[in-house]
T-cell receptor, first 115, second 112 residues
Framework: GESVGLHLPTLSVQEGDNSIINCAYS??????FIWYKQESGKGPQFIID?????DKRQGQRVTVLLNKTVKHLSLQIAATQPGDSAVYFC??????????????FGQGTILTVHP | DTEVTQTPKHLVMGMTNKKSLKCEQH?????MYWYKQKAKKPPELMFV???????INESVPSRFSPECPNSSLLNLHLHALQPEDSALYLC???????????FGAGTRLSVL
C-alpha cells in the first residue's frame, strides 16, 4: 500500500502487479510534466513526459495521466518488475520562456517490487 | 545517445581542500545544470548555464563556483566546504529548445 508522512511515500507491490504512483503539483501555470526514475547510486532517468494540453500519454509499460482540475499527475506501470524498484519523481516546468527549463520536483515515491 | 558523464564518481575532501567536479556531454545541448541532492530528497537546483552563460544562481554560497569552458563541459569548483555540503552532486543537460533534462550519475561528495 501507499503511505504519506514525514518520510518519502512508499509503495510496495508484487511482481506482475500494476503500480500507480501519484503526484500533486502546485503551479496551475505549469506547461510540462516529466516523470523520472532514480535507482540507488544513479542519477534520475527520464521515463515519460506530458504537455499540459494532454490528459494521457502512453509509453512502453508506462502511462502518465494528467488531471489539471485537481492538479494531479499519476504514473502507471504495467506488470511491475523487480527492476522497476526505485524512487520516482514527478517534475513540472512552468510556462514562459525565461525559466531556462527549470524543473520543480515533487518529493518522490519509493517503489519496492517484491518477487 | 543521452549520456551525461560526471567525474569523479566519489570524492572525499577536507574543509580546507580545493577540488573540482566535472561534467561532459556531447549531445549538442546548450543548457546545462548543477543540482545538489541529499538522501531521500529531490534534487535541488544550484546553477543553470544557457549557451555557456550563467543564467540562474539559486543563491548558492560562494564556496561553490561554476564554470562553463565550452558547450560540452561544465565544472563545479569547490573550496572551503562544510560537512553539511556532503551530498550527491548531479549534472544535467537539455537540448535547446527542449524540455527534458538528462542527468549524469552524479558525484558522491563527502566533506570531512
Amino acid at each position: 500500500g501507499e503511505s504519506v508522512g514525514l518520510h518519502l511515500p512508499t509503495l510496495s507491490v508484487q511482481e506482475g502487479d500494476n503500480s500507480i504512483i501519484n503526484c500533486a503539483y502546485s503551479n496551475s501555470a505549469s506547461d510540462y510534466f516529466i516523470w523520472y526514475k532514480q535507482e540507488s547510486g544513479k542519477g534520475p532517468q527520464f521515463i515519460i513526459d506530458i504537455r499540459s494540453n494532454m490528459d494521457k500519454r502512453q509509453g512502453q509499460r508506462v502511462t502518465v495521466l494528467l488531471n489539471k482540475t485537481v492538479k494531479h499527475l499519476s504514473l502507471q506501470i504495467a506488470a511491475t518488475q523487480p527492476g522497476d524498484s526505485a524512487v520516482y519523481f514527478c517534475a513540472e516546468i512552468p510556462a514562459g520562456g525565461t525559466s531556462y527549463g527549470k524543473l520543480t520536483f515533487g518529493q518522490g515515491t519509493i517503489l519496492t517490487v517484491h518477487p | 545517445d543521452t549520456e551525461v558523464t560526471q567525474t569523479p564518481k566519489h570524492l572525499v575532501m577536507g574543509m580546507t581542500n580545493k577540488k573540482s567536479l566535472k561534467c561532459e556531454q556531447h549531445m549538442g545541448h546548450r543548457a546545462m545544470y548543477w543540482y545538489k541532492q541529499k538522501a531521500k530528497k529531490p534534487p535541488e537546483l544550484m546553477f543553470v548555464y544557457s549557451y555557456e552563460k550563467l543564467s540562474i544562481n539559486e543563491s548558492v554560497p560562494s564556496r561553490f563556483s561554476p564554470e562553463c569552458p565550452n558547450s560540452s563541459l561544465l565544472n563545479l569548483h569547490l573550496h572551503a566546504l562544510q560537512p553539511e555540503d556532503s551530498a550527491l552532486y548531479l549534472c544535467a543537460s537539455r537540448r535547446t529548445p527542449g524540455t527534458i533534462q538528462y542527468f549524469g550519475a552524479g558525484t558522491r561528495l563527502s566533506v570531512l
